[in-house]
């Protein structure tokens, strides 16, 4: 009887991503089979990006590659170009596209229903219109998806969430509304204040993890043996941080950790077995307090491969 196994991997923006690719190879080596051949691949914002390549075929070692040296030589992506600075359009957020609240429609929701919606949404309905682009994402999916099309994969799950209602949407699980793969992964990048929210139809979406960084809960119904979870924004040992940011860093830390704990207890009751990896006290000294620094990439990813390592050996 074969092992049904899902891959969940949380946002984290340009460092978290590159966190999770030394996880991810951390996983292959200590346990022994390949990110791929999982029955279902479940990202959020940065891990969105990641499913939608390995769902398409790209391979952990060529991901590798892919966030070391910006030019892959093999695979899907062989010659493709690719800078993480210039994707997320730096590493400080542009000005707004207008000062105006991005969501009168989730405002109004949260006060005719006040209580219903996490503190993230709500905050994000708050937040104006950002300034940056995620084109230069859906180029990169573009360059390993068919034209218009889902990932080959067809267990590839996108989370994002809806800004008018503040609701969890999971692209391509059945009922999900149907989107070229492009779409749901720019969607899910689609960070509140910095990026524009992406239009779909006739909503509009933004970041998954305004909803649940990871979002593990999503797989208590898919009749799973394992579930390995990747989840940068949380951590095994939020710790003391110097200085205002880093102190906001780690206290949103304890919360993305402590949803994590719950969906992961969720996940378990349902008899499967649930393994997770979060960066160490060691691997947020070398994140530092912005996501979004693509300077410390290499650093990052190095440091993730040895800490991820330890973990998934556990």
């Known amino acids: 009887m074969s092992i049904r196994r899902a891959i969940v991997i949380g946002g984290g923006g340009v460092l978290g991503g590159t966190w999770a690719v030394g996880a991810l190879r951390a996983l292959e080596e200590a346990r022994g089979f390949d990110a791929r051949s999982a029955d279902l691949l479940v990202g959020t914002s940065a891990g969105s990006v990641l499913v939608s390549l390995l769902g398409n075929g790209v391979s952990v ?4 590659q892919h966030y070391r040296d910006d030019v892959v030589t093999s695979g899907p992506l062989a010659g493709y170009s690719w800078s ?9 957020p542009s000005m707004p596209r207008n000062w105006l609240p991005g969501s009168p429609a989730l405002m109004r929701e949260s006060v005719i229903h006040p209580g219903q919606k996490n ?21 990169l999916v573009d360059a390993v998806t068919p034209m218009g099309q889902w990932a080959a994969h067809d267990g ?10 503040g609701r969890r949407t999971v692209f391509g699980r059945s009922g999900a509304p149907q989107v070229p793969l492009r ?8 960070i509140p204040g910095w990026f524009a929210p992406v239009r779909i139809g006739e909503h509009s979406y933004i970041d998954g993890g305004a909803v649940s960084a990871t979002s593990v809960d999503v797989v208590s119904h898919a009749e799973l043996d394992e579930v390995y979870v990747i989840a940068p924004m949380a951590a095994a040992d939020s710790g003391r941080a110097s200085g205002l940011v880093g102190w906001l860093d780690r206290r949103w830390r304890d919360q993305v950790t402590n949803v994590c704990d719950r969906e992961v207890a969720q996940v378990r009751a349902t008899g499967a077995s649930v393994f997770l990896a979060q960066p160490s006290g060691e691997d947020l000294k ?6 979004m620094d693509s300077s410390r990439r ?17």
């Open 61 to 64: 070692a060529e991901l590798m």
């Open 84 to 92: 993480a600075d210039r994707a997320a359009g730096g590493h400080r």
């Open 119 to 139: 503190a993230t949404a709500v905050l994000s309905a708050f937040l104006p219109e950002g300034g940056r682009s995620l084109e230069r994402v859906g180029h």
């Open 156 to 165: 590839v799950w996108v989370i994002a969430m809806d800004y008018a209602s």
């Open 183 to 190: 779409s749901a992964v720019m969607a899910s990048c689609a």
């Open 286 to 291: 070398v994140m530092g307090g912005n996501m």
């Open 298 to 314: 290499a650093l990052v990813l190095e440091t993730s491969l040895l800490t991820s390592q330890e973990t998934w050996q556990e």
